[in-house]
């Protein structure tokens, strides 16, 4: 059950970086890392349409952990770049060549292996403040550092984008921890007891500060780049957090650990090379040199013309 939900979230997930990516693309650099940022995407109804779909996708990854283990539920998402490729696909008509198959395979194939050899394992405990102290002050020094290395790097370069999108990874991973704890807590004692705790208040607050650096990391540099910082950095913090702090187990023996890290190289790869591919990267601009607004495609019942097609829906350029 927990991996239908996470693969679910995970096309949720595709789809919010999609409509987040195509919102945030035009917004003035001088908004980068402001709060006007946010004013200029929530006024754009393709921006909205996005966190509808992280709200969906929440929801399916909070299902997903109260039943499956963190070290499990957070590598699943990592199949997030895969469905957007698909998505580009099937619905903004553009063509995938064998490099994006084989990239995809190679995805499927090393987190497969790596679940599969791993086998994660372990009770689902509520860590007390001794284990939830360090844990934070460790989550929070890297959100910083890493934040504070993306804003001394230079804008629009993919440097940016990968600093600000590891921050926010590490976030995101810390936000899936509280949500773990949150959902067990939720299941055990109920809405009223969970609102006494701390877990609710924290899981917004970290959830919130992991988005503003995701539009600040879309912001800043090629999709490429960012997408493949929050997909590859989530699960590795996600794994960590869950060895450390719930106690999950991974096995470990000698030859288990070489194919591990085998697996999650083959996965990294994957994602690395089908991050950097053409349907991700390739940005059209029409004859005036202003993007194309692609707000009309959210419309209900839209399907991409068959046959020719106009000039700013080639499929030789990715919307994104």
Request: hydrophobic share 55%.
């Amino acid at each position: 059950m927990a991996i239908v939900f996470a693969l679910c979230a995970a096309l949720a997930n595709a789809l919010t970086s999609i409509f987040q990516r195509l919102a945030a693309r035009d917004a003035p650099v001088e908004d980068s890392f402001h709060l006007r940022l946010m004013t200029y995407l929530v006024r754009r109804p393709v921006w909205l349409a996005g966190m509808a779909t992280l709200i969906a996708g929440f929801v399916l990854q909070a299902i997903a952990l109260r039943y499956g283990r963190l070290a499990t539920v957070q590598p699943l998402l990592a199949t997030e770049i895969v469905f957007t490729l698909l998505v580009m696909w099937a619905w903004f008509r553009v063509p995938l060549g064998a490099a994006e198959w084989c990239s995809g395979i190679a995805i499927a194939t090393g987190l497969g292996v790596f679940l599969g050899v791993a086998q994660p394992a372990g009770a689902n405990v509520i860590p007390g403040a001794d284990t939830w102290v360090p844990a934070s002050i460790a989550g929070v020094l890297a959100v910083a550092v890493t934040a504070a290395f993306g804003l001394l790097a230079i804008h629009g370069t993919a440097t940016k984008a990968v600093l600000f999108g590891s921050s926010a990874a590490v976030a995101f991973a810390f936000a899936a921890a509280v949500m773990k704890e949150s959902a067990t807590v939720l299941t055990r004692s109920g809405w009223p007891h969970l609102f006494q705790t701390w877990l609710p208040y924290s899981m917004a607050g970290v959830g919130m500060a992991g988005l503003f650096l995701a539009q600040n990391s879309f912001h800043a540099g090629p999709l490429s780049a960012s997408q493949s910082a929050l997909i590859i950095v989530d699960p590795l913090a996600s794994i960590l957090i869950g060895v450390s702090v719930f106690h999950e187990k991974i096995q470990a023996a000698g030859w288990q650990v070489s194919t591990e890290a085998l697996a999650l190289s083959v996965m990294v790869i994957g994602v690395i090379f089908l991050s950097r591919s053409d349907v991700l990267t390739r940005r059209h601009t029409d004859p005036m040199g202003e993007a194309p607004d692609h707000g009309h495609l959210l419309h209900a019942g839209h399907r991409a013309p068959r046959g020719p097609l106009p000039p700013s829906a080639h499929p030789e350029a990715s919307p994104l």
